[in-house]
């Protein structure tokens, strides 16, 4: 029985790139490693993987881990929010507004400025990574 989510896994190819965009929203370094042989081979299903993990933590201890495969090329896929898996990860941040601000003036696009749910309970805001992961930024109201 599952007890709780561990972290989700983002692939990229540009680590360096994708680092600053988590560290920008509030994500720590917690732990880099250079993983290869059997053991990852294995879990991953990858003959003669080598991949750079970096395992990233929120304040409140969830983590992200970004992955780097320095010897296996993925393909892009732009993503749209309808397609079929998964569509998004969603963050709880402080100030949706600031951080819509900082982000922009960064180069990250927002699919709109961010928006007072009907309930007025939440405010969101929906970017992409610079990989073009979907991410929602949640402010609780």
């Keep these: 029985?599952?007890?709780?989510?561990?972290?989700?896994?983002?692939?990229?190819?540009?680590?360096?790139?994708?680092?600053k965009f988590y560290e920008?929203?509030?994500?720590?370094?917690?732990?880099?490693?250079?993983?290869t042989g059997p053991f990852i081979e294995t879990i991953l299903k990858l003959k003669g993987v080598h991949v750079t993990t970096?395992?990233?933590?929120?304040?409140?201890?969830?983590?992200?881990?970004?992955?780097?495969?320095?010897?296996?090329?993925?393909?892009?896929?732009?993503?749209?929010?309808?397609?079929i898996g998964l569509t998004h990860l969603a963050f709880t941040v402080d100030d949706v507004e600031n951080d819509y601000e900082r982000l922009q003036s960064k180069g990250i696009e927002f699919?709109?400025?961010?928006?007072k749910n009907p309930e007025g309970t939440v405010k969101v805001a929906f970017c992409e990574d610079p990989?073009?992961?979907?991410?929602?930024?949640?402010q609780v109201l």
């Design 54 to 83: 970096v395992k990233m933590s929120a304040d409140d201890g969830n983590l992200i881990e970004l992955l780097y495969f320095n010897t296996h090329s993925g393909k892009k896929v732009k993503r749209e929010m309808v397609d």
């Design 131 to 138: 990989h073009g992961n979907i991410m929602e930024l949640v």
């Design 1 to 19: 029985m599952i007890t709780h989510i561990r972290h989700s896994g983002i692939a990229t190819d540009d680590l360096e790139a994708s680092q």
């Design 111 to 115: 699919y709109s400025p961010p928006q």
């Design 24 to 35: 920008s929203i509030g994500f720590k370094v917690s732990k880099k490693m250079e993983e």
